[in-house]
């Protein structure tokens, strides 16, 4: 029996004019998609009139709720499968296409990850629910994921135009990775929820994002294109994009160590970037190491390409002895991606499975990432793993006190931990504010 087809965009439309969406076959078997999309663990609506996003909201006079899935009222254009199962007749444009886009998306994501962690993902939430709900939200400045819910709004441009993020495979991919931390990893205590909690979320749900979106074919081939396995050169590899509460690029390829948050920071976002950065170093490396045992280039220019990281007048010379191994050999250079892809996949994915959420600091991370090379390779890639955490003083320097936080940070973190349970303890709304609120009256 086979899967189920879907296209999408491996680059949302937006940010690439050019950008057509894609024919992918998702793990789902043949048939069993129902309308929506929807299956026993995940549905999609397009929710008519729905006023606000779910999670921590404040009522018209000011008393705090929670507001959970799920979604009682109307919905709109849901994604009809063809008689086959697939929901690849929906083309972009069409009423439905979104829903079956982010449908798609998640699937993909989740195929992806479940391989590596070698489980079907089980929910966070599944006490209460048993499948999330992902709606689509065009009036709504951001992205999330919380208990029960995926939630995806739209970025305004500047021509009053949207872009749904609905569209976004990184975004929904980013979300994706925070529902399987939670499902793996869990929620620690809040006396015990470190700074590098919060850091280590934002970077895991980007590494899911990008291991994922390297595994449409034509990401490999474009990026190989591009950079002719030069990836410090790679756009797409290296750049994630997430919002927050604007959509924001951010940087695997960036320079951040900790020494630059020991006197603090502001967002969870900024405090990703050294763990994140040195993840996405390591798989350059692996990547080079897989590039030399298949003989595809010296180890000297390996040791080169690491020394120009620090010495940009070296750059030039790299480029030409990349040039002239990947026109030898473009196949090899793409399963050496692939290896690499794998060997930090399945790391993350052992990690997550051996840390505990209570006191996480990025030491911690370094830790679990070595133990699972251990594991599975009798320690092959330990040295440039230690070595790459070391250069950014992950382990030795620590994330300091939280400094005046952005608008919505505190929001974004009661959205995510609260519990339907939580809302016995909040201050009970009078009627009259809990009329305004039911007729979406604000004053
Ligand atoms: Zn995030």
Same mark, same amino acid.
């Not at 505990?356 to 600091?361: I, K, V």
């Not at 390779?377 to 092959?380: H, I, L, N, R, W």
């Not at 936080?405 to 919505?408: E, F, H, K, P, V």
């Given at each position: 029996m086979g899967g189920t087809r879907f296209r999408l965009f491996v680059q949302p439309p937006f940010e690439d004019d050019l950008s057509r969406p894609e024919i992918i076959t998702v793990s =789902? @078997? #043949?048939?069993s998609l129902r309308v929506g999309p929807s299956d026993d663990s995940m549905y999609v609506i397009v929710p008519d009139g729905k006023a606000r996003a779910y999670g921590l909201n404040i009522g018209p006079l000011g008393t705090p709720f929670l507001y959970l899935p799920p979604w009682q009222g109307r919905i709109l254009a849901p994604a009809v499968p063809d008689r086959w199962g697939n929901f690849d007749h929906y083309r972009p444009d069409v009423p439905g296409f979104e829903a079956a886009h982010a449908f798609g998306c998640a699937r993909f994501t989740l195929d992806v990850w479940e391989r590596y962690l070698d489980r079907p993902l089980a929910w966070h939430f599944s006490d209460h629910y048993n499948r999330l709900e992902i709606d689509i939200l065009p009036g709504w400045n951001n992205a999330q994921y919380g208990y029960g819910f995926l939630e995806l709004g739209s970025q305004l441009d500047g021509d009053g135009g949207t872009l749904p993020f609905s569209l976004d495979f990184d975004i929904i991919a980013h979300e994706v990775g925070h529902a399987i931390i939670y499902g793996i990893l869990g929620i620690p205590d809040a006396e015990n929820e470190y700074p590098e909690y919060l850091g280590f979320q934002e970077s895991f749900a980007d590494c899911v994002s990008l291991i994922a979106a390297m595994h449409f074919p034509s990401v490999v081939e474009n990026v190989l294109e591009e950079t002719r396995g030069n990836l410090y050169l790679a756009n797409r590899l290296a750049r994630f994009s997430e919002l927050s509460p604007h959509r924001q690029i951010r940087s695997a390829n960036n320079k951040r160590t900790m020494a630059d948050f020991v006197d603090g920071w502001k967002n969870e976002h900024d405090l990703s970037e050294p763990l994140t950065g040195a993840i996405f170093d390591s798989l350059v490396d692996i990547f080079h190491e897989s590039l030399v045992s298949r003989g595809l280039i010296s180890p000297e220019v390996a040791a080169f390409a690491d020394a120009a990281q620090s010495d940009p007048s070296m750059e030039g010379l790299l480029q030409d002895e990349f040039d002239a191994a990947f026109a030898r050999d473009a196949e090899g250079f793409a399963d050496a991606l692939l290896d690499a892809r794998d060997v930090v996949g399945t790391y993350l994915a052992a990690t997550l499975q051996i840390l =505990? @959420?209570?006191? +996480?600091?990025y030491g911690n991370v370094a830790d679990a990432m070595l133990a699972a090379d251990r594991m599975h =390779? %009798?320690?092959?890639f330990s040295d440039l793993l230690d070595s790459n955490f070391r250069r950014r003083h992950i382990g030795e320097l620590h994330a300091g006190r939280r400094l005046a /936080? $952005? #608008? %919505?940070a505190r929001e974004r973190r009661f959205t995510r931990t +609260? +519990? @339907?349970? $939580? =809302?016995? /303890?909040f201050p009970k709304m009078s009627y009259r504010e809990n009329f305004l609120l039911r007729n979406n009256i604000r004053i």
């Open positions: =789902s @078997p #043949a048939g =505990s @959420p209570d006191q +996480l600091d =390779s %009798g320690g092959e /936080s $952005d #608008a %919505g +609260l +519990l @339907p349970t $939580d =809302s016995r /303890s």
